[in-house]
């Protein structure tokens, strides 16, 4: 019996490592020769791709780590142990060349490399991921073409894993029933007016929740009195007490200042500052329900490095996975996002970055009045204050990019 004729595919790994995937995906080779040209966290990213594509049945091969892959010298060393490599390898039928990450020079030297691959196999090619456009280039016998657009075809802790993390989602069936149950208090509190003169509720109440949360220490009964000076905000926590969130007791005269208990750690959570991860995560979920569109939603993922140990985890508010694409939110309900603010969006640029690469974009939320971050909006950014969450939804359907209708999948 003759020995099956081998697809071969050449891919430089970098940040980007969905293109990668992509790549593989709709060219479907039997062996990937994987050359390193990143330098992120010393070849960890290197390893992460090769065990990946290895788990999904590929036989890999990895080349290049170490080596200053954009020094010209150092490329085309590595690419002719790459062409030494392909000599030894049985019945090469087809061998494509990646051209969608890795430096210029990289690529330079293994184009110039193509000509002693021709000798080598009856077919072969090299092909581009346009990420911007959704589509694969192609070239091969002289003629270049475009692929039908790539499809959704990667799940969330692939993507993760692609890039190098390992993944874990906290949310689970209850937590959502309890959110359900929740409903009309998280929205009157998303839908509340922020005082920004004086004390208001939401501000009020994560004032109490940080006092209430200490050094892992939980305490029923804060030390804080809330004064509250409007009808709405003295109306919305009647309705919190009613609906058994916590518990409120006056305190004197006038009728504006209340001392209040928190029935559990969850629920004051929830009130100091959860409800508007809360509400953004309600939003999507309702948003995808209505157009009928299949997308991933996840609450509370946390992330750490492959390898990596709790010390270098961090947690993502919520994160949606549409068509190969990545929406990273962050959310914060504290009063006024200056100071703090700011490094939370800086930190959500960069984890963003690093868990999504050029497909991913972060949003940042906040529950604050003053719009004091122009500059993180150049950065791109998409930030949302108190008076834009009720149009949050129909933003989210702007970044989904489909219609009413829609039956798309992962």
Not at 57 to 69: K, T
Request: glycine share 6%.
């Amino acid at each position: 019996m003759s020995q099956k004729r081998r697809k071969v595919q050449i891919s430089f790994v970098s940040e980007e490592a969905l293109p990668n995937a992509i790549a593989v995906h709709e060219d479907k080779p039997d062996t990937l020769l994987l050359v390193s040209s990143t330098k992120m966290a010393q070849g960890r990213r290197d390893l992460a791709q090769r065990d990946y594509f290895r788990d999904k049945g590929l036989d890999v091969h990895l080349f290049g780590q170490g080596a200053r892959i954009t020094d010209f010298r150092e490329a085309a060393e590595c690419a002719r142990e790459v062409v030494n490599f392909l000599r030894d390898l049985k019945e090469v039928e087809a061998i494509t060349l990646n051209l969608t990450g890795g430096p210029k020079t990289t690529t330079i030297v293994f184009l110039d490399s193509m000509n002693q691959f021709v000798q080598m196999c009856k077919y072969t090619s090299w092909l581009y991921v346009d990420t911007q456009e959704g589509v694969t280039w192609r070239a091969a016998n002289d003629q270049t073409y475009v692929d039908n657009p790539f499809t959704s075809f990667i799940t969330v802790s692939d993507y993760l894993r692609l890039q190098g993390y390992e993944s874990e989602a906290q949310c689970d069936q209850a937590v959502f029933s309890a959110a359900m149950d929740r409903r009309e208090i998280t929205n009157s509190l998303a839908q509340s007016d922020r005082d920004r003169r004086g004390r208001d509720l939401i501000g009020e109440l994560n004032h109490c929740y940080s006092r209430a949360e200490i050094n892992g220490s939980f305490i029923r009964n804060p030390s804080h009195v809330i004064d509250l000076n409007r009808k709405q905000d003295i109306d919305l926590l009647k309705m919190i007490s009613d609906h058994g969130l916590l518990k409120v007791e006056f305190q004197g005269q006038p009728k504006k200042r209340f001392s209040i208990t928190f029935n559990d750690s969850d629920l004051a959570r929830y009130l100091g500052g959860g409800w508007l991860e809360e509400y953004v995560w309600l939003e999507t979920k309702a948003a995808l329900e209505r157009l009928r569109v299949d997308a991933t939603v996840l609450k509370n993922v946390i992330v750490t490095p492959v390898g990596g140990g709790p010390d270098e985890s961090n947690e993502i508010d919520l994160l949606v996975l549409f068509q190969n694409r990545m929406l990273v939110m962050e959310c914060k309900a504290s009063k006024k996002p200056g100071g703090n603010g700011g490094i939370n969006v800086s930190k959500l640029v960069d984890l963003a970055k690093k868990v999504g690469g050029r497909l991913a974009t972060p949003w940042f939320v906040t529950a604050a009045t003053d719009n004091s971050l122009p500059k993180e909006r150049s950065r791109g950014v998409e930030y949302f204050e108190s008076k834009d969450l009720p149009d949050l939804a129909s933003r989210f359907i702007d970044w989904l990019g489909v219609t009413r209708g829609s039956r798309d999948s992962r």
